[in-house]
């Protein structure tokens, strides 16, 4: 009779260490998913996003843009707006939000 209670103990032990492990194993398993989430989806959009205010913020009159497929020169710029002066002369106001691309009016010297 002593000899099942052992055998019991023995199992209810290897139940017990079976489920603290398991909760480790998921909470590692959560871990490993955070970390992946955050180096393959929000840390490039962060960047992207850094990169694209820096681009909107250095704008300057003479610069060539695409804002919503429409290509300008930029004519003058506001707070919020950029107005663009189109190949036909027409000038048309746009949120810096919606511009896309931005190419100096300065060529880069060469050495």
């Given at each position: 009779m002593n000899l099942f209670s052992t055998i019991?103990?023995?199992?209810?032990?290897a139940q017990s260490a079976?489920?603290?492990g398991g909760y480790m194993q998921t909470l590692i398993m959560l871990a490993v998913a955070?970390?992946?989430f955050y180096f393959i989806l929000l840390r490039p959009e962060q960047k992207r996003r850094k990169q694209a205010k820096y681009m909107r913020d250095s704008m300057k009159k003479g610069d060539k843009v695409t804002a919503m497929g429409m290509i300008g020169t930029i004519d003058?710029?506001?707070d919020n707006t950029v107005i663009l002066n189109t190949y036909d002369g027409a000038k048309i106001e746009v949120l810096?939000?919606?511009i896309t691309d931005v190419q100096t009016s300065t060529p880069v010297e060469k050495a």
């Open positions: 019991s103990f023995f199992a209810d032990n079976a489920k603290s955070l970390v992946f003058q710029v506001t810096k939000a919606a």
